[in-house]
């Protein structure tokens, strides 16, 4: 389809974000029952632990694959594949009699969640316009969140009747209906060559074959100055996630309290994610990206001062609205720099980056905390997070698309 002054996120919103808050209710009903049904089957407290990394790290590992794939196939292909693939992972987990089995269960719906986000992706970069290319994204990033949220809720009445495994048997549902909706709904959007293009001259640029390495060297420059900055902006998320529940304890908060906490600073971010897009489109990425950045480096920087729940829970929403402002930061970033040819490869390469700092930020905790003390490692994060404030601030303008033609594809 082209693109006119007349097109709007409405137009496409059912096949751009329907699949996505679909499979996202599976993915929240899933996540939070991991390391239990680990210990329905004899692992222990640690052994379950460890399960809960799984997923995380098969997603890592298939990150960069999973980009040839989409290529190769085409993104409504991929979607509706990896969503298909996602549900029976989720039903052999329902039904592993062993650890083994739930490991490999756990494992494959992680490498069928990189081509899943890789492949939405890739369709809506390839749809939405430039002026409104951050709220597509953060509106995708919101979406996704939205289903996060619901998915506990949904399952937990049926994992409260029929056992733990239920969580699983939610995402089996919510696999298969995301299946069927990209399926369908993606094609009436798709181009004759199912290639997701807007233009002839984009047909012709996508059905050339290029390597990931070949696209790698191509934009080197943008993968060292953005894509650095996009390894901080991985990291201040995922420490996020390990600093705060951590000190919480160390400070005699329970569980419930901890849970308490995660749950308002999710509100604020829910709410911001529309904004947040529409700030990057009418005012540029850096007002977004820098912000961000500074509040949640800041908030590590300052959560070892505080010791009650109110002052942890100040911190903790401080650093929520931080990350509620970057929704969709990643994406929208990934889509400006994306090529036409090799656009897959390249938000591979892009969600790679992400990744690394998701996976690296618990290990520097991890570390610092071992030599040191974990207030140590929250403001060492802190200060590597603030690192990345001026460093964006720096390289994003010169990556404005803003700057630009407006025009679809690849810009």
Known sequence: MSVTDDFSLRSIALP??????????????????????????????????AFVLIEGLSAFVSSLPAGSLVARIGERRALAGAAVVDALGAALAVVAPNLWVLGVAIGLMGMTGSVFLLARQSWLTARAPVRIRAR?????????????????????????????????????????SAAVWAWFGLRDHDDPDGLGSESAGDVLGARERVSLLDVVRGHRRVLLTIG????????????????????????????SQTALLFGIAGGAEVLLFYPAGSV????????????????????????????????????????????????????????DAAPVVGRAQFLAVWRFLSLLGQNGAP??????????????????????????APWLARWLPAHDPRRKAVNPVGT
């Open 136 to 176: 597509a994204m953060s509106t995708m990033g919101g979406v996704q969140r939205v289903g996060l949220f619901v998915g506990p809720f949904i399952a937990a009445p049926l994992i409260h009747v029929w056992g733990t495994q239920a969580g699983y048997a939610v995402a089996v549902a919510a696999g298969f």
């Open 16 to 49: 751009a974000f329907g699949p996505t808050a679909v499979w996202s209710v599976g993915v929240g009903a899933a996540v939070p029952v991991v390391a239990l049904s680990a210990r329905d089957l004899g692992a222990s407290i640690a052994l379950a632990a």
């Open 363 to 388: 290990l520097l905790v991890s570390g610092v905390t071992v030599v040191a003390s974990l207030g140590a490692s929250s403001v060492v994060l802190g200060l590597l997070v603030l690192g990345g």
């Open 280 to 335: 990057m489109d009418r005012f540029g990425r850096v007002w977004v990206a820098v912000p961000f950045l500074v509040v949640l480096g800041v908030g590590m920087v300052l959560l070892p001062l505080s010791h009650s729940f109110t002052t942890v829970a100040v911190v903790s929403t401080a650093m929520g609205v931080g990350n509620g402002l970057g929704s969709g930061i990643v994406q929208t970033l990934g889509a």
């Open 228 to 255: 650095a900055g996009v390894v901080l902006i991985g990291a201040a998320r995922q420490g996020r996630f390990v600093i705060v529940p951590l000190w919480a304890e160390s400070v005699g908060i329970t569980d």
